[in-house]
């Protein structure tokens, strides 16, 4: 069974533009959420997606949204980018929202 | 914040058995212990989870103490290949809607030759 694909695995982007990074979700997982991994913060969360609704949002500015299709794939956009968005951000799914979560192995932004 | 508390760093003897302790004195009656590790340029691989009864799969054993305030993670044959930070969350199990995982900075564990 595949895992969770992370598309693209880099990117370079600078001040000001935006970004979307998608997400395939293990087959039959219905739940997606997104994390940003940062030597400072640590692992923190961004959002969760539940059948196209988003569930939980975490402490993050309106520049970071998400979106969850029909197939459970999800994307997420970072608009006006700043150098503090330079991240490692993972996308994890399961079964449902109160299973374990499996990550996949995250898109690398770096903000010049 | 996150709900427990963990070591720093950790080191083990490859082929020994590997015992990562976890805190989590505050942890209500329907939170789940789960165990993540994550690899250096890897995303976090989920290891195990539990609510009282001590659990078993093919990478890992799970102890949780009786008053759940505490529980250990067992390797039992560390490789190399463990080397990696381990993450003990607690969460809610059910209906968890405004919950989500919550990272520590976890356990730096060293498997040495």
């Known amino acids: 069974k595949a895992g969770v694909t992370q598309t693209p695995r880099y990117l370079i982007k600078t001040r000001g533009q935006q970004v979307t990074l998608s997400c395939s979700p293990i087959?039959?997982?219905?739940?997606v959420s997104w994390y940003q991994q940062t030597p400072g913060q640590g692992l923190q969360f961004l959002f969760e997606y539940f059948s196209e609704t988003q569930r939980n949002k975490g402490n993050f500015p309106g520049r970071f949204s998400g979106r969850q299709f029909s197939n459970s794939r999800s994307e997420m956009n970072v608009s006006t980018l700043e150098l503090g968005d330079s991240a490692l951000y993972l996308c994890?799914?399961?079964?449902?929202?109160?299973?374990?979560?499996?990550f996949g192995d995250g898109t690398r932004l770096s903000i010049l | 914040d996150a709900k427990t508390t963990q070591p720093t760093s950790m080191d083990c003897a490859e082929g020994r058995a590997a015992n990562l302790p976890c805190n989590h004195s505050t942890i209500s009656g329907n939170e789940y212990v789960y165990w993540y590790r994550q690899i250096h340029s890897q995303g976090p691989q989920y290891i195990i989870h539990g609510l009282k009864n001590n659990e078993t799969n093919e990478m890992a054993s799970l102890i949780i103490t009786e008053d759940r305030k505490s529980s250990t993670l067992i390797l039992p044959h560390a490789t190399l290949r463990d080397t990696a930070v381990y993450y003990c969350?607690?969460?809610?199990?059910?209906?968890?809607?405004?919950?989500?995982?919550?990272f520590g900075p976890g356990t730096r564990l060293s498997v040495l030759p």
């Open positions: 087959s039959g997982h219905r739940s």
């Open positions: 969350i607690v969460r809610v199990g059910t209906d968890n809607y405004g919950q989500n995982f919550v």
């Open positions: 994890a799914s399961s079964l449902v929202p109160n299973q374990p979560q499996h």
